[in-house]
């Protein structure tokens, strides 16, 4: 007995614990997960993304759809009718009713293209289309990976001055108990537990309304990574790690052909170029051969209709020849030529538009990475001005006048510090996009 209820057992597990297993794969993350891995996840389903795959699929179909004109086409049609009133006509002297009571018949034909400009065009621009696709498809990409890395920038950065901000509000909780204490003891006056006070208060205005942002840019980098909204995100950073990804090369040269906006212009003007042959081939005849076979049933009583066929078969070449269409083929040919002109102008202006943001984007970099240097020096002098002034205030040397200005100085250049190597961060991915060179894992 004790044996079946082990075997018994045993079957259970194997049947829950596939089951159980599939579940634990569909769970949401709970781990605190790295840039690498946000990005990763973007990757894999964010909805621009996804959009541009399905875009993909539905294309490989079209051409699929496009291309199958050169198979043989296949057709069957039935047909039957009853001649209520049958036609008559003199012949001679005689008066003569053709046709049957009731007639129909049943058609196959097989039509296959040899020649058609429609057929040949799709053959020349499947190449180019699913290029076409597939580099949207990487623009997307590459626009997620910055998006996405901007709003984790934002977000672990956001909570450094959070961190900053509870430091300074123990400090000037502390503070405020000490002006406190000190105006209970009759050694200072009112104002300076007054004036503690008020910088306690709006510190915790500053703290709440940075606390409160938190929520919106986890909504964003949700979005945008096609994460589950309800599900808790938790990130991972390391910040000396993000320190060191401010460090960019500013010597490499702008190679526009890396840029995926100019990979897609080149070609769209290879697509334009086929567009201006495709009007020309409209000189062409079509040739197309076919074979039917014609199954004829014809009586004058409905039930004997098919008891007897009268079979035709066909089998032909057909040619259709273009003579003149009032000018239309030469005005078409025209306005393909002048479009594909036109793109030629955009490409240069594609150029023009690629080095300005490159030089736009360099010297935001640039400019950035000085301001977030300089910002740092003035944070860790602002720092050690703090800590003197207060070890004065302490001694009585200075008033607490002094020492809020100094904490003000000192709290606004460490958030200065943070909101410039986001600066320094933002502005390295859009030169790295405007160079072309953003990664795609």
Known sequence: MRGIKQFLLYGLLVFLVPKLTIGQENQPMNTKLSLDQILDYALENSPMIQQSLLDEEIGEHEIKSSLSGWLP?????????????????????????????????????????????????????????????????????????????????????????????????????????????????????????????????????????????????FAYLKQLMGFPLPNDL???????????ETVMDTTEELMVQNRIEHQQIETQLSLFGLQTKYQKWSYIPKVSAYYNYNMLFFNNEFSDLYRKNYPTSVVGVSVGIPIFQGGKRTQQIKIAELNEERLQ????????????????????????????ESVKENMELAEEVYNIIKLQYDEGIKAYVDLIVAETELRTSQLNHYNSL?????????????????EIN
Do not use: P
């Open 73 to 217: 086409q296949v057709t069957a049609d039935f047909g039957a009718s009853h001649n209520i009133k049958r036609q008559t006509q003199v012949i001679g002297d005689q008066l003569i009713t053709f046709g049957q009571n009731y007639n129909s018949n049943l058609l196959f034909q097989v039509n296959q293209t040899l020649f058609n400009r429609d057929q040949f065009f799709a053959s020349q621009t499947k190449d180019l289309v699913r290029s076409q696709l597939d580099q949207s498809t990487e623009g997307n990409k590459m626009n997620t990976v910055v998006m996405v890395s901007k709003a984790y920038y934002d977000i672990l950065l956001t909570y450094e001055q959070l961190e900053i901000l509870d430091e300074n509000l123990n400090r000037l909780q502390k503070q405020y108990q000490d002006a406190k204490s000190r105006y209970e003891s009759g050694l200072v006056d009112k104002t300076d537990y007054q004036r503690a006070g008020i910088s306690l208060s709006n510190l915790k205005s500053d703290r709440n309304r940075v606390a409160t942002s938190l929520d919106a840019k």
């Open 234 to 244: 938790n990130l991972d950073f390391d910040y000396a790690a993000m320190e060191k």
């Open 345 to 372: 102008l955009s490409k240069t202006n594609l150029e023009s538009q690629i080095n300005t943001e490159y030089e736009t984007a360099l010297a935001a970099y640039k400019s950035n990475l000085y301001e977030w």
């Open 422 to 438: 986001y600066k320094v961060l933002a502005s390295k991915l859009d030169l790295k996009k405007a160079l072309g060179n953003i």
